[in-house]
């Protein structure tokens, strides 16, 4: 069964720091781009981070931009969000999501999603 | 970075109605743009990619078209599971920003 499944979330103090992690199975991790996609609560979908097959190419929204790290291991089938100097502006469901392509430009979309991580970031 | 814009925002339809939601770019992204359906408590699904590539199981009644900067996601009759809010992606050149939502409603 394809499936990604993310961890890692919970309740943190503004300008402290969280990791969050996708485990993939059920499909060839290696030859996929990954992405970070989040839901403020009431609000839209917001593309956070996204890298390349192989990490050579990594992107960001730029509000979390200089914060936000993202990286896989493609040996364990893993992607990770390292979020360091949370706001509250932070505080959201955080999905991990496949791409259909290995690139991040000029790339389709995104095929397979986790269910989500909550991140709330308050004092 | 490319702004997407949707229109409406939110629209009142009924079973059977045909339902037309647009998507502008800021920029001309050629055919790289998706569109998702978002249930409450539920992971956003991909319906198309490439402007109108039709995912596999996505039911026939919906449609995507357009290319450069004006995009549309059409249904052709619209059925009770199908009100959700609806997005569209641009996936042309990083960050992949998304529209801000169409709920149907």
């Known amino acids: 069964e394809v499936q990604l499944v993310e961890s890692g979330g919970g309740l943190e103090q503004p300008g402290r720091s969280l990791r969050l992690s996708c485990v993939a199975s059920?499909?060839?991790?290696?030859?996929?781009?990954m992405h970070w996609v989040r839901q403020i609560p009431g609000k839209g979908l917001e593309w956070v981070s996204g890298?390349?097959?192989?990490?050579?190419?990594?992107a960001y929204e730029a509000s979390v931009k200089g914060r936000f790290t993202i990286s896989r291991d493609n040996a364990r089938n893993s992607l990770y969000l390292q979020m360091n100097s949370l706001t509250p502006e932070d505080t959201a469901l955080y999905y991990c999501a496949k791409g259909q392509l290995p690139g991040l430009a000029e790339s389709y979309g995104l095929d397979v999603w986790g269910q989500g991580t909550t991140v709330t970031v308050s004092s | 970075d490319i702004q997407m814009t949707q229109s409406p925002s939110s629209l009142s339809a009924s079973v059977g109605d045909r339902v037309a939601i647009t998507c502008r770019a800021s920029q001309n992204i050629r055919m790289y743009v998706n569109w998702y359906q978002k249930k409450p408590g539920k992971a956003p699904k991909l319906l198309i990619s490439a402007a109108s590539s039709l995912q596999v199981g996505v039911p026939s009644r919906f449609s995507g078209s357009g290319s450069g900067t004006d995009f549309i996601l059409t249904i052709r009759s619209l059925q009770s599971e199908d009100f959700a809010t609806y997005y569209c992606q641009q996936s042309y050149n990083p960050p992949q920003t998304f529209g801000q939502g169409t709920r149907v409603e």
């Open positions: 059920g499909f060839k991790f290696a030859d996929s781009a």
């Open positions: 890298i390349s097959w192989n990490s050579g190419s990594t």
